[in-house]
């Protein structure tokens, strides 16, 4: 038997850490992304001597050629004519169009790109042919309340992914655990979960058709829509739909199933900043490999949450304490390991620490934050191991909460450092 006992040996909550957290969650911006404008001809805040024979604009990452606009707009705000933007041959990363001469006066530009991974980003900047116009000011063409319509969709299409990526990882670990657990004579993901299988699957499928729904809400109306899926994020969710389908069919062995739920859990490196990192194969396999590992350690989390329900419920367990405590001390330190030594890897191949540290980015912080509670993480898992080898029959379900509401809060950091723009290296 395995009783539950609450512990004080962690008197420190973590509940106001979770509210800071919630507090920037709902007040910062999310419309910094990671297909950042590294240069402009004209460059904003030039005056030319004649009318430029070419608008070109230089992006850090490759750009599709169907999903880019670039709208140009005279002092008076009138929208000036143009043919649709092209890529530069052999450089994808350049968009540019040759407008007709223009008049002397000030210009605004607005420019709009969806980023390899799928996130549409919008922004705009001036320039001067002859003169600049006086008292002229940047074009935006938005009201206040499509400013805020806008920052309602991106903060939407935040909580959109985390709810369906949290629920893929927990998902997806959980069944992990479950098959290594059956192995040993424990009991199976299937035995633990009953007749709630089928309810959280129906809301994994809601989640990831809001997450589908919301994403494609946000997309400028000017963009080809049949182009939609040379975005890597609208295919991944696309496949992530088709692989919850699958998932759903009667009698599939056991082996198909592990199969697309790692597939399943691995699908969501597409959705991040990947695409625009080179080496664009290692980028992958370290997301990979860091979702794998990060869904492993939250399946154990929730299969010993689950476990302390039914000893609770039960009142008895026929566990044997010794195997049982050996083989999830083996897992979660490997995958805990694997999740912090691929992390630190891809923030090596993403930036450098020289861009990084002096950065004044919302990124930096934000991954900051995600590494204290990540530390926090080892320190649960610490007190709860040393408990736990003091006394084999005391697993402590007051921990296991905490450390599942600290995963919450990384997933949440996580899928927000993917939305957003990070430090270039240099």
Same mark, same amino acid.
């Given at each position: 038997m395995i009783p539950i006992t609450r512990t004080r040996q962690m008197k420190r909550s973590i509940s106001p850490l979770l509210i800071v957290l919630l507090l920037l969650f709902l007040t910062a911006t999310t419309a910094d992304a990671h297909a950042n404008l590294l240069s402009a001809v004209p460059a904003n805040g030039e005056v030319t001597a004649d009318s430029p024979a070419r608008i070109a604009l230089t992006f850090s990452e490759p750009l599709e050629a169907d999903l880019i606009d670039l709208l140009l707009y005279d002092p008076a705000g009138t929208n000036i004519p143009l043919d649709p933007p092209q890529l530069t041959k052999g450089d994808a990363a350049q968009m540019f169009v040759e407008p007709l001469p223009?008049?002397? %006066?000030?210009?605004? *530009?607005?420019?709009?790109? *969806?980023?390899?991974?799928?996130?549409?980003?919008?922004? @705009?900047?001036?320039?001067?042919? %002859?003169?600049?116009? $006086?008292?002229?000011?940047?074009?935006?063409? !938005?009201?206040? !309340? #499509?400013? @805020?319509? @806008?920052?309602?969709s991106q903060t939407l299409l935040l909580v959109a992914r985390y709810l369906a990526e949290g629920m893929l990882l927990s998902g997806g670990g959980l069944y992990a655990v479950g098959r290594i657990a059956r192995r040993c004579e424990f009991p199976s993901t299937s035995d633990l979960l009953g007749r709630a299988r089928p309810v959280l699957w129906g809301l994994l499928l809601a989640a990831t058709l809001t997450e589908w729904l919301v994403y494609s809400a946000g997309l400028?109306?000017?963009?080809?829509?049949?182009?939609?899926?040379?975005?890597?994020?609208?295919?991944?969710?696309s496949v992530q739909t088709l692989l919850l389908l699958l998932l759903a069919l009667p009698?599939?062995?056991? %082996?198909?199933?592990?199969?697309?739920?790692?597939?399943?859990?691995?699908? =969501?490196?597409?959705? %991040?900043?990947?695409?625009?990192?080179? $080496?664009?194969? =290692?980028?992958? #396999?370290?997301?990979?490999?860091?979702?794998?590992?990060?869904?492993?350690?939250?399946?154990?989390?929730l299969y010993l949450l689950l476990i302390a329900f039914q000893n609770k419920r039960d009142g008895a367990s026929a566990i044997p304490q010794g195997a049982f405590r050996s083989l999830f001390l083996r897992v979660v330190l490997s995958a805990s390991l694997l999740t912090v030594l691929t992390g630190l890897l891809m923030v090596g191949i993403q930036t450098d620490w020289a861009t990084l540290l002096p950065s004044t980015l919302l990124w930096r912080d934000l991954l900051l934050i995600k590494g204290l509670l990540t530390i926090a993480l080892f320190l649960i898992a610490f007190f709860q191991t040393k408990r736990w080898?003091?006394?084999?029959?005391?697993?402590?379900?007051?921990?296991?909460?905490?450390?599942?509401?600290?995963?919450?809060?990384?997933?949440?950091?996580?899928?927000?450092?993917?939305?957003?723009?990070? $430090?270039? $290296?240099?």
């Open positions: 223009l008049a002397a %006066g000030s210009y605004t *530009v607005v420019w709009t790109v *969806v980023s390899e991974d799928g996130h549409p980003i919008t922004d @705009r900047y001036a320039f001067s042919v %002859g003169q600049p116009t $006086p008292g002229f000011a940047l074009y935006t063409g !938005d009201t206040g !309340d #499509t400013a @805020r319509d @806008r920052s309602l400028p109306t000017s963009l080809d829509w049949h182009a939609l899926f040379q975005s890597s994020f609208a295919t991944m969710v009698g599939m062995v056991s %082996g198909w199933q592990s199969l697309i739920w790692t597939l399943l859990v691995g699908n =969501l490196a597409f959705g %991040g900043h990947a695409f625009g990192i080179e $080496p664009i194969w =290692l980028a992958l #396999t370290l997301r990979v490999l860091h979702l794998l590992a990060t869904a492993l350690w939250i399946g154990v989390v080898r003091t006394n084999a029959s005391s697993l402590s379900r007051t921990l296991l909460r905490r450390e599942l509401l600290v995963f919450a809060a990384v997933i949440l950091l996580a899928v927000w450092l993917s939305q957003i723009e990070y $430090p270039l $290296p240099h």
